[in-house]
């Protein structure tokens, strides 16, 4: 596809805008926040023009304030799908993330309730009316995550009514899992039946995609015979992997800001002669945080000639703080370091240094340089961009990766990382011993093979290759559309 086709009625959707919409001074100020596709669009706005649609973060009732939010966030090319505080839990908390969520990431024990349902299917309908009003025939749409399952099949309907034709992508940025715990969900038909509305459907991994495929068939007796397309209802959906990454110049941009390189040879200073090990998650359960901490623990037990020489720097970034079972994580976890250090401490120091907020992204790109390991302890996930971002920093140091097997960039990654349970505490401990202890020639040869992987597989690559497996699509249905 010409670079100039991708400039033309793209819509891009999530359901919250990648920006932090306040109010200052009596009117609104919108500026661009952070988060995971935040980073892996990163890349794409440097080929791509896009309007973006997604929820503000905020109620806004007035008239006058909408208009005032709606021009604030226009200078960033974004549009509002506005949303009541109440509407919004429901979906995002209620629905989406206490019972969606879990089952995506083979967590058992879930409750369905039929009120966050219904205010899921709310959204995804407002979603629709939205975006149907804004899109023009020819228009590409690409529809991002598992907030917005139903959005396909209810948008199709609605610019169907309109006349117009547009090309429907979606992207899922989670685990597919495998049939057993989908069918926990009695409302699985209906989300199904919404991502098979689309014209191509995104798994990171093949093991998502396949999951996918087979629940298809299972569920719904869909015709699955053609590799990477599924047959249903008189329509042919493409299915693929589209790997997403980073935009590794950026930081290897700034490792060279002078400030940085000051704050790297403080931090070389101040940690001389100990082998730093990080690891930089949001707080949720999926990231096996508590798992890392035990571990690390069973790692100091197992190794007491390494007191004094080795520290754990753990950032954990504030999530869903609203949220009762996040709460009582945060609390397991900052016991669990007061625990460690009680144990481990000598007047000399302490081997973990537990980190319950955000770090500014030049302190960030710092610290993974300085680290000799990185260590990701994912239960489950859906690719996991940290590992990315760790390589990007390691050009010097050729630091290792210490990764879960159960993350999904151990799909593509495990060559040049040290892989591992995480639940398997003695697994964790001797998997951070060898990365600790890997030799120079390994350590490089891991490195590399991880170089050229991050700098491949780039953030700007997966959106632009999935616009163009969209637009092709977009520009002839018929045909075989993932050859």
């Not at 992204?361 to 993974?368: H, I, K, S, V």
Request: charged content about 25%; proline content about 4%; overall charge negative.
């Amino acid at each position: 596809m010409p670079a100039g086709d991708t400039k033309r009625n793209l819509i891009i959707v999530s359901n919250r805008l990648p920006l932090s919409v306040k109010r200052v001074d009596g009117s609104f100020q919108s500026s661009i926040s952070s988060g995971g596709l935040v980073t892996a669009l990163s890349g794409l706005t440097k080929s791509t023009q896009f309007r973006w649609f997604g929820w503000p973060g905020l109620e806004v009732k007035d008239n006058e304030d909408r208009k005032d939010v709606c021009q604030s966030l226009e200078e960033h090319n974004a549009s509002p799908v506005f949303l009541d505080s109440d509407l919004a839990h429901e979906h995002y908390n209620g629905f989406s993330n206490r019972i969606l969520w879990p089952i995506l990431h083979y967590q058992s024990g879930v409750t369905f309730d039929d009120g966050p349902w219904q205010a899921y299917k709310r959204v995804n309908e407002l979603f629709a009316d939205e975006i149907c009003q804004a899109a023009e025939n020819g228009t590409l749409i690409w529809i991002h995550d598992y907030h917005l399952m139903l959005l396909p099949e209810l948008l199709r309907a609605r610019l169907q009514k309109q006349g117009k034709s547009c090309a429907i992508g979606f992207s899922l940025h989670t685990p597919f899992p495998a049939g057993d715990f989908w069918r926990n969900l009695p409302v699985r038909k209906h989300l199904i039946d919404g991502l098979l509305a689309s014209d191509l459907l995104g798994f990171h991994t093949d093991e998502y995609k396949q999951n996918f495929i087979d629940t298809c068939a299972s569920l719904l007796g869909a015709r699955t015979e053609i590799p990477n397309q599924i047959q249903y209802k008189n329509r042919l959906v493409c299915i693929d992997q589209f790997i997403v990454g980073i935009d590794p110049l950026k930081f290897t941009d700034t490792l060279q800001n002078p400030d940085v390189k000051d704050r790297i040879q403080t931090l070389e200073e101040r940690y001389k002669g100990v082998r730093v090990i990080v690891g930089v998650d949001r707080l949720d359960h999926i990231k096996g945080l508590t798992q890392k901490l035990k571990g690390f623990d069973a790692f100091l037990d197992d190794h007491p000639e390494l007191r004094n020489k080795v520290v754990l720097i753990q950032v954990a970034v504030p999530s869903r703080e609203d949220v009762k079972e996040y709460q009582e994580l945060e609390t397991e976890l900052s016991t669990l370091a007061g625990k460690i250090n009680g144990k481990h401490a000598t007047p000399e120091g302490t081997p973990l240094l537990y980190m319950h907020r955000s770090v500014p992204f030049t302190e960030l790109a710092a610290l993974y340089s300085i680290a000799d390991a990185c260590l990701l302890t994912s239960t489950r996930d859906g690719m996991n961009l940290v590992s990315f971002e760790y390589v990007a920093c390691q050009e010097k140091r050729h630091g290792v990766l210490v990764l879960s097997e159960f993350a999904g960039a151990a799909s593509f990654m495990r060559e040049g990382s040290i892989c591992f349970h995480p639940a398997n505490k003695t697994e964790m401990s001797e998997a951070l011993y060898a990365a600790l202890h890997l030799d120079k020639d390994e350590r490089r040869r891991k490195y590399e093979y991880l170089r050229d992987f991050v700098h491949k597989h780039t953030s700007a690559r997966w959106g632009q290759t999935f616009i163009e497996k969209l637009n092709s699509r977009a520009c002839n249905s018929t045909r075989p559309c993932c050859s």
